[in-house]
Structures are given as C-alpha cells and as structure tokens.
C-alpha cells in the first residue's frame, strides 16, 4: 500500500472511515486515546464505543434513520456488518450488544492489512499528511484547541442549543398565518397565533414537564440570549412574552389584532418542507416536547422531524468551513468525520465517516469525490451540512425533510416506501462509482 492516512478517533465515525480506505488499499494509522485517556462519557478500551445507548433507531426503510442504514449497507459499511450480526431485540429499531459489537468492529478491522492502531492521544493536526479528524463530541481540550487554530475563532462549538423541528405537512396552516414581524421582508414566517387561556395553559404545561437530566460532566452555560424555554418560564408568567412568544409586530388576519402571544416557525430549507421553532431551545424529555408542543395552535398532529435539546458536544459551524467532499476549507488535506462535522445520532456519524473515507481515497490521487446524489438520505445530510445558515447552524438527526420532495402528489401512507425506492436506486448507482 503506497498512500497513508491518518485518522484521528476510534469511534464509529474513525472506525468507518479506516474501513473504507483500507477496502481501497489505502494504509491507516488510526489514533484513540484509549486506555491511557478517556472522555469523561467512554469507559470501554475498545474501538467503536457505544456510549448513550445501544439503539441505532429505526431498522425501516420508510424511517429517515433506517433509509441511511440501508444506504449504508449498500455501501459496504463496517458499523452496519458489526451492528447487523450482534443485534438483540428491539422491535422495529436495530439494538445490538455493546460489547459484542465493539469486539467485532474492532477484530474486523485488526484482520485488514495496512492498519497500524496508535493508543495514544492525538493531540495535534499534521498539515501536510492527509488527515481525517473523527474526535467526536467530546474531543479532547488538546485537539479542539489546535482545531480552532485551524478554523478560526468562532468556528467550533462546545455546546449546542437545539430547537425542535417539525414537518411542514404536519401543521394546521388553517390556525396559522404567514408574516414577518412588522411586515418587514418578505413573509417567511408560519405564526402560532395563541389567546390569553391558551399561553397561560402552555406555561403552565412547560413548568411542569420532565425535563432530560443532565449528564455528570455536563455544565452548559446558558447565554442570555439562548435560554432553554423552561428556564425562561421559570423567571415568570410573563418572561416567554418578552422572548420567543413575543408577539408584538404581527397582526392575525382572522382577528385582525395582535394576538397575545405567537410562536413563530421558520423554513429550514428552500423547498420549505421542514420548520423550526425559533428560540425554543429545550431540555424537556422527547415524549415531553410531543405534549407540550402539541398544545400549541397548528401543531396539534405535529410530526417532529428533530427534538430540542441542549447538551455538550464538540462541532464546527460546517457551512462556513467545509467543502462537500468534508474537506476544511483552505486545508485540502484535512477532512473531518462523524458528530463534528454537525450531524446528529450514531448512524449519521457512521455515515460521514464512511464518507470520508471514500472522499479521500479518490483526493490522494488526485480525483475528484463524486458527490453523493441529493434524493439519498446521505448527500440530503451533506447537503444540509455545506447549505445551512451559518449564522444559525445547529447539529441535525438525518430525517425526511432534508430530502427533496417527491414529484406529484403521493398519499402520505406511501410517502416513506417512495422516498426509500428513490433513494436506493440513486445510492446504487453511486455505488458503483465509488466502489472498492
């Protein structure tokens, strides 16, 4: 083997990538830390740790996340062989064996030639050898200080402050109206226009909702201007009226007054197919955000394409640094991989490390990466990562609003099954143009 990378990370993300590149003959040296150091989340010694749960969610191709199983599957990839035979049940989702999958992501990679694992921490980023950087959402105080050397001040997060997302066909436009506050700009906004009862209800509801504890080493310091909505409940009756309900400039066409408060949702993508509640960053449990959210006017039948939350977690505002073949912008020989490129979930890092991967097998010679077609769950999530608002980046579950729509009108039983074919068949093709 004449080409060598080095992989910072030996989480799936890390793992995934070594994968890809030696299947492509390519040698790796890939860095964990472990045993001598661990994050405060890892206690395991073995590669691909999984550490929040054992669940990689939906195994349904007419789910977003079991879509970019499959896609994944088609493309070979490590964590889904290693995941596939050491399941255990779970119904429809795909759980495995923690310490069985980790053997055998970890044997199956020690069987591949040209792979040299170093248990030490890597600590800094080489700028003239090809590098992955898969670290993950606890990265080191080390790598994430000469990671925003590289990227700039401002570049890399250590928190991130989510607000939940729901299907645009999931709202009641007949109990929302469209403007902008003031009537400035153009009307993009969806308002939840709600009277004096139903905000009173609400608040009462956000006060009294379970809330995901904290982990141990977790200690977010909330920005003023960033609250999690039940901290601003918390100060007062009247403190949301002041912030993300606040509904002054807006008028209700039906009523033709100010309402008395409004819960504003903005596109998150061109095609307008999925909203997000602006300024309701949230610490409430899932099944909490379903029953409050719900309450609102126009979200009773919400489906939530991502769920608030507010937790530790290391990632790079990825529209303003990354090219789509991951690359750091002005440092070709650098990718990124996994979480830190601004995805969310095990599977969705799995994905970008296989992606990686790939991408640099083709760039140490020279070649341009196809990109991953726009219709597949995996460059729908790509896309997300280079078009985003920088301004108002936030990490992303896969899901089906980051696709393009279908054509014509499909049933909304049979949407999933016809986003999955499309899908399967663009990823097949390019497939074989990446191919090993």
């Known amino acids: 083997m004449k080409d060598h990378v080095i ?6 993300a890390g793992c995934e990538a070594a994968w890809q590149l030696l299947r492509r003959e390519t040698a790796v040296t890939l860095y964990e830390m472990k045993p001598g150091k661990y994050s405060p989340a890892h206690r395991s010694p073995l590669l691909a740790e999984l550490v929040c749960s054992n669940s990689l969610r939906s195994n349904s191709v007419e789910d977003a996340p079991g879509l970019l199983k499959e896609e994944l599957r088609l493309l070979g990839s490590l964590i889904m062989k290693a995941a596939d035979e050491n399941t255990v049940p779970a119904g429809k989702a795909l759980a495995v064996d923690r310490l069985l999958f980790s ?11 040209g792979l040299n694992i170093a248990r030490q921490e890597g600590k800094e ?3 003239d050898s090809w590098t992955i950087i898969a670290s993950g959402p606890l990265t080191s105080d080390s790598l994430s200080a000469g990671l925003e050397a590289l990227l700039g001040r401002g570049h890399l997060s250590f928190y991130d402050a989510i607000s939940p997302i729901v299907d645009a066909g999931s709202i009641d436009h007949g109990k929302v109206f469209r403007a902008s506050r003031y009537g400035r700009g153009s009307a993009d906004y969806l308002n939840c ?15 009294g909702a379970r809330e995901t504890p904290l982990l141990d080493f977790e200690d977010p310091k909330f920005f003023e201007s960033c609250l999690p909505i039940e901290v601003m409940a918390a100060r007062g009756r ?4 002041h912030g993300p309900m606040k509904p002054v400039g807006l008028v209700d066409p039906a009523t033709g007054r100010q309402p008395y408060a409004v819960v504003q949702l903005r596109p998150e993508n061109r095609e307008m197919t999925f909203y997000n509640m602006v300024g309701f960053q949230t610490k409430l449990a899932r099944p909490e955000q379903e029953r409050v959210m719900r309450m609102i006017p126009g979200l009773e039948k919400a489906e939530f394409l991502r769920y608030g939350s507010i937790h530790r977690n290391t990632f790079v505002n990825a529209p303003a640094v990354l090219l789509d073949t991951l690359q750091i912008k002005g440092q070709p020989k650098v990718l990124l991989a996994g979480q830190i490129t601004g995805v969310e979930g095990y599977v969705e890092s799995t994905a970008m490390g296989l992606l990686a991967g790939i991408n640099i097998s083709f760039l140490v010679h020279g070649r341009v990466p196809p990109r991953p077609p ?8 790509v896309e997300y990562l280079v078009s985003a608002d920088p301004a108002r980046f936030q990490p992303m579950n896969v899901n089906f609003g980051l696709l393009p729509p279908l054509p ?18 663009a990823i097949r093709e390019w497939a074989e143009l990446v191919r090993p």
């Open 193 to 207: 226009p709600l009277d004096r009862e139903q905000y009173e209800n609400f608040w009462n509801a956000v006060r």
């Open 238 to 241: 009247d403190t949301l009226l």
């Open 125 to 127: 980023i080489p700028g």
């Open 374 to 381: 726009r219709e597949t769950a995996l460059g729908s999530l």
């Open 7 to 12: 992989i910072i990370g030996g989480g799936l």
């Open 103 to 113: 053997e055998a992501v970890e044997n199956k990679l020690a069987a591949m030639e």
């Open 408 to 425: 014509g009108k499909v049933p909304r039983r049979l949407r999933g099954q016809a986003r999955a074919d499309r899908a399967l068949a």
